[in-house]
């Protein structure tokens, strides 16, 4: 079974600085992707940055980075240049490559402090 | 982006009374959709498999002759909450996969309010 833990239920952060959200997970599986999706208000969800777990480099996407250590099975998610459009609910998100299923962890609150 | 949209956005049913929720892809085809469940301030809970043309995988615990779900074109996929009772009160979207890869679109969800 696949498992994702967020040990952060709630984080805050001064606009403008940097802030890193935790997730680990644990799988046997050797071809998966990783994700980190946004949930605003709005209950809308949005992607903010995936990884694919046979790339080393890690991913990054404008002010959002991941630090991605596979043998660790941690995938962090930082965010510089905090906005307070950023303020949200963060999941960290684990897909088996065969099955495309999402298991997701279970979230982090970020609130972004003016 | 592709866009997937959940009909209606919020309803109030009866107890005991069925509710049918809608997903549908408007600018793409899904073969695959999926239906999470979200309580307050909890995480997303996968449901079901929807495939187009065949039967929904189930998650274990979740009754299949409650939440029947239907897969009847390459746009659309149903959910319908029967026999409905207050616990089932939740947050429930759906999300539709692109192609054969692992790229997925989020419908906006639904609340369901049972009373």
């Known amino acids: 079974a696949q498992t994702v833990t967020q040990s952060q239920p709630e984080m805050s952060v001064q606009e403008a600085e940097t802030v890193t959200l935790s997730c680990t997970y644990d799988t046997s599986e050797s071809n998966y992707y990783l994700f980190w999706y946004k949930q605003p208000p709005s209950r809308q969800m949005i992607l903010v940055i995936r990884?694919?777990?046979?790339?080393?480099q890690n991913a990054t996407e404008n002010r959002f980075s991941v630090n991605f250590q596979k043998a660790a099975k941690s995938f962090s998610l930082k965010i510089s240049d905090s906005q307070l459009g950023d303020t949200a609910m963060y999941f960290c998100a684990f897909m088996k490559s065969i099955s495309n299923q999402f298991y997701f962890g279970t979230g982090t609150s970020l609130t972004v402090i003016p | 982006g592709a866009v997937v949209s959940q009909h209606p956005s919020w309803v109030i049913c009866k107890s005991g009374t069925s509710v049918k929720i809608e997903c549908r892809s408007l600018d793409f085809q899904a073969t695959t959709m999926f239906w999470y469940r979200q309580f307050p301030k909890q995480s997303l809970m996968l449901m079901a498999t929807s495939n187009e043309g065949s039967k929904a995988t189930y998650e274990q615990g979740v009754e299949k002759d409650k939440f029947l779900i239907n897969h009847a074109s390459l746009t659309l996929s149903t959910l319908t909450v029967t026999s409905a009772h207050p616990e089932d009160s939740s947050f429930y979207i759906c999300?539709?996969?692109?192609?054969?890869?692992?790229?997925?679109?989020f419908g906006p969800g639904t609340r369901l309010t049972v009373t």
């Open positions: 990884q694919e777990a046979y790339k080393q």
């Open positions: 999300s539709a996969r692109v192609g054969s890869g692992p790229t997925q679109y």
